[in-house]
């Protein structure tokens, strides 16, 4: 009986997809749409934004394109010298070991510096991918810096047929748009991570917060969902201050900003927002979920000692301190920006005058108001 072997693997070239740097004029009629995302990709890149935002926004603008069940942004890092994964969208595992050691798709678009279009039972290695993705299809398509491939867009789709060559084309020039934008954003990744971060809590400033809740509300906006924006105090924070000294203060302001960002999510931003109030963005949250996250932040903070002596000092000082919080959902309580702080302001407020120590949601606030 003559032996089985197992077939060769066809090449990569096979599924690298021949693309333009312009598009078809039967395309542009067919999908003006698409090529409108496309325009407005080119007016937004004369922002000023971190890199992490820059591949949030192509992530997202993607989508707008294409329809995609999971999808990952890679891109360069410096200093592991490796490919990470900057953005997610539905994946299945929040490891980021477990799919980075599967990955060879940034090294497949690297080295051919094209879109990548492949499917189940076409190569091994893509297959034990697409296997975990719970996808039948994958699109990939390169990041260029300065004509290097430092990164790829990478949408999983359920069926064999979930892309098409001109899906591929259009995410192309979807690239190319973006080469400048991420040039400049790679180019200060560094000095606009210095520049966005508080020096003294580690945590983003006042100026990335606004940034990313425009970006956040336009997305939410786009899709129908729901975001929270938590405004946070330490109650009686000047009392501690004249007690204790700055020094203790500041100590006390790193150890809760520690506390509040123990268990964010990825996505969540929390930022310094002066003094000693903080602010949370909660992206794809809904009132309940909100209300759990700041019960548990007050509860963490409240439960918690905080170390206020002398670092050489032989007595161990300690203060009980706790925190008010605000809570104002998007779009049910406001739709805009400046309401949004306004509302979150409020209810922070409104737990102040309560007593501290506890969590106002801004539909409490309204409802009263109504009542009466």
Known sequence: ????????????????????????????????????????????????????????????????????????VYFWDEDAEVMHVRVTRNLPDPDEESYTRANVLNYWSAKLGRPLLLTRHCQPQADVLLAYMESASVLVVPLFVRNRVLGSLQLFGERTDSFSREDAQLLWILSLVAESMLARDYSNETLLRFAFTDFLTGLKTRGYFEQQLDLELARAD??????AVLMIDIDYFKRLNDTHGHHAGDVVLRDVAALL????????????????????????????????????????????????????S???????????????????????KRDLLEAADAALYEAKARGRNRVVLYSEIKTEKEAS
């Not at 999510?265 to 930022?271: G, I, K, L, P, Q």
């Not at 009132?287 to 509860?299: D, F, H, N, Y």
């Open 1 to 72: 009986m003559a032996s089985q072997t197992t077939p060769e693997p066809e090449p990569l070239e096979r599924f690298a997809v021949e693309v333009f740097s312009e598009l078809k004029e039967e395309t542009i009629g067919r999908r003006a749409r698409e090529v409108n995302v496309l325009l407005r990709m080119s007016m937004l890149a004369g922002l000023e934004m971190e890199l992490p935002s820059t591949l949030n926004l192509i992530c997202d603008l993607a989508g707008e394109i294409v329809t995609f069940s999971r999808g990952a």
């Open 261 to 312: 960002t123990r268990d964010l999510r990825e996505v969540d931003t929390a930022a310094r927002y002066g003094g000693e109030e903080f602010i949370l963005l909660l992206p794809e949250t809904d009132i309940q979920g909100a209300k759990l996250v700041a019960q548990r932040l007050r509860s963490s903070i409240d439960l918690a000692n905080f170390f206020t002596g002398a670092r050489n």
């Open 222 to 227: 786009r899709r129908g969902t729901q975001l």
């Open 314 to 336: 032989s007595v161990d000082e300690t203060e009980h301190v706790t925190i008010s919080v605000g809570v104002v959902m998007f779009p049910a309580e406001a739709r805009f």
